[in-house]
């Protein structure tokens, strides 16, 4: 059955953490019907159930940004049974441990593939269902700003440069992860967090993405980054000393925007406030 027309809001990684309590929190708030996602089908649906027990209706659908014919899968279903998508909030992601054994340069080809090239491919594949009025978050991380800061001078300059390109970032991210692998990462300015420097390149992303919906003829669409602080979750190894909830507040004023908002739009945002990456 088709309810084409009807409002969707999409939270990718939703299953645990500050993605579970972003479809906790739209159930409550957004007037439309809210899809929970997660690569697994079984912690997808226990997370549905757990739901259901509060009283709230989201909806599942399998996804693995790192698969394109996930992500495609994804993008007919919306297509077919919506006819479009008015909310979405990337914040699928992943974090190597700090012990974790892995060589650095497989950390920042795995870290990369995912934070920052998985999003970029659900944004390519969805951006094109977005409505007027649209809300797009893409959940970064303080240790965007962290990295950003280690940075040399060069780089920060070329992350800040008003005429940043989709293909300028897509070659800085490639970059990195090359030099991972040759050993130069350092000597060519960069730090060594695969996490962070993931993070940099979402952040970045929102701000290109911003200035290429500026441009187009769909009406009011808005896509802002942001830091949802130091949450306890599997992700933080349960150190953070913010609830899932409170980890979800400002990805979730930044999905229910009002018509027209001029103000945070295109920016990196944390505790609901305008920050800066460098």
């Known amino acids: 059955m088709s309810s084409s027309g009807r409002r969707v809001a999409l939270v990718t990684g939703s299953n645990k953490g500050i993605g579970y309590a972003i479809v906790r929190g739209l159930c409550k708030q957004f007037d439309g019907d809210v ?47 919506y006819g479009g998508l008015d909310i979405l909030v990337n914040n699928a992601g992943i974090a190597f441990k700090v012990a974790a054994t892995e060589p650095f340069p497989v950390q ?24 007027p009025h ?9 240790a965007s700003q962290f990295a950003a800061k280690k940075c040399s001078k060069e780089l920060q300059q070329k992350f800040m440069a008003p005429g940043l ?3 300028n970032l897509e070659q800085l991210m490639t970059e990195f992860v090359s ?7 350092k000597q060519k300015g960069w730090p060594e967090s695969a996490y962070g420097v993931s993070k940099v390149g979402v952040t970045l992303m929102s701000f290109v993405q911003q200035k ?9 669409i808005i896509v802002n980054a942001c830091c949802p602080g130091y949450v306890d979750t599997d992700m933080s190894s349960h150190k953070g ?16 925007l009002p018509p027209n908002t001029t103000s945070p739009k295109g920016n990196f945002v944390s505790e609901r406030k305008i920050g800066s990456l460098v």
């Open 134 to 142: 649209a809300r797009v978050v893409n959940v970064s991380s303080m």
């Open 165 to 167: 390109t989709m293909a």
């Open 241 to 256: 000393t913010k609830t899932i909830d409170q980890g979800a507040d400002t990805p979730l004023y930044l999905a229910m």
């Open 35 to 81: 899809i929970l996602t997660a690569r697994s089908e079984s912690n997808g649906q226990a997370a549905i159930k757990q739901l259901n027990g509060e009283g709230l209706q989201p909806i599942f659908h399998q996804l693995d940004i790192t698969d394109k014919a996930s992500i495609d899968s994804i993008g007919q279903f919306l297509k077919s049974t």
């Open 212 to 220: 290429q919906f500026n441009s187009e003829s769909r009406e009011d």
């Open 179 to 185: 030099s991972t692998k040759d050993g130069s990462f």
């Open 108 to 131: 920042a080809e795995v870290t990369l593939a995912t934070n920052f090239w998985g999003t970029l491919n659900a944004c390519n594949t969805l951006f094109p269902l977005l409505r």
